[in-house]
Antibody
Framework: QVQLVQSGSELKKPGASVKVSCKASGYTFTNYAMNWVRQAPGQGLEWMGWIDTNTGKPAYAQGFTGRFVFSLDTSVSTAYLQISSLKADDTAVYYC????????????WGQGTLVTVSS | DIQMTQSPSSLSASVGDRVTITCQASQDISIYLNWYQQKPGKAPKLLIYDASNLETGVPSRFSGSGSGTDFTFTISSLQPEDIATYYCQQYDNLRVTFGGGTKVEIK
């Protein structure tokens, strides 16, 4: 079945970097765009942007430029989110989600990766 | 960016009640509006796409309607397993915005 499996929780110090992975299975990886969504503790969903899995071209939402980088390794059907210069308010669960059918139909989602930034 | 105003932010209803959530877009988004359910500690799940289409496998008590700027999500008969937070999501010109969410609880 179509599935996204993300890497495990991370605990990082302020100023460090983190790289979250999202491995796809059950479909042709390059058929669907990959999106990233952030959810801070007790808060709602915030779309971070997406990456075209055919071209590798990323597009970032407002507020997610500069320190946030989307990348791919198509040989292992995996998307990555890297965040540099981590701050305490980057503490959140980060989800990947495929756009299965266009018009932002996010299905399926990864299980989420908790990134905690604390000194 | 298009803003999505979702209301109410929370509600409490009895089992069997009809529950309605609304979402208003800051500009016309045609029918590009999806609804998700998120249970505590879990990833969101797509329920309704393109404003009114039920995702495969989703119970028929869930429905959506609307177009343009005003949208409605309905649970026709609330069940205990429907306790969750529900989010609307719009798509316009390769940009996505989520509503603030509605937490649904059992009275």
């Amino acid at each position: 079945q179509v599935q996204l499996v993300q890497s495990g929780s991370e605990l990082k110090k302020p100023g460090a970097s983190v790289k979250v992975s999202c491995k796809a299975s059950g479909y042709t990886f390059t058929n669907y765009a990959m999106n990233w969504v952030r959810q801070a503790p007790g808060q709602g969903l915030e779309w971070m942007g997406w990456i075209d899995t055919n071209t590798g071209k990323p597009a970032y939402a407002q507020g997610f430029t500069g320190r946030f980088v989307f990348s791919l390794d198509t040989s292992v059907s995996t998307a990555y989110l890297q965040i540099s210069s981590l701050k305490a308010d980057d503490t959140a669960v980060y989800y990947c989600a495929t756009d299965c059918c266009g018009a932002a139909r996010f299905d399926p989602w990864g299980q989420g990766t908790l990134v905690t930034v604390s000194s | 960016d298009i803003q999505m105003t979702q209301s109410p932010s929370s509600l409490s209803a009895s089992v069997g009640d009809r529950v309605t959530i609304t979402c208003q877009a800051s500009q016309d988004i045609s029918i590009y509006l999806n609804w998700y359910q998120q249970k505590p500690g879990k990833a969101p799940k797509l329920l309704i796409y393109d404003a009114s289409n039920l995702e495969t496998g989703v119970p028929s008590r869930f429905s959506g309607s609307g177009s343009g700027t005003d949208f409605t999500f309905t649970i026709s008969s609330l069940q205990p397993e429907d306790i969750a937070t529900y989010y609307c999501q719009q798509y316009d010109n390769l940009r996505v915005t989520f509503g603030g969410g509605t937490k649904v609880e059992i009275k």
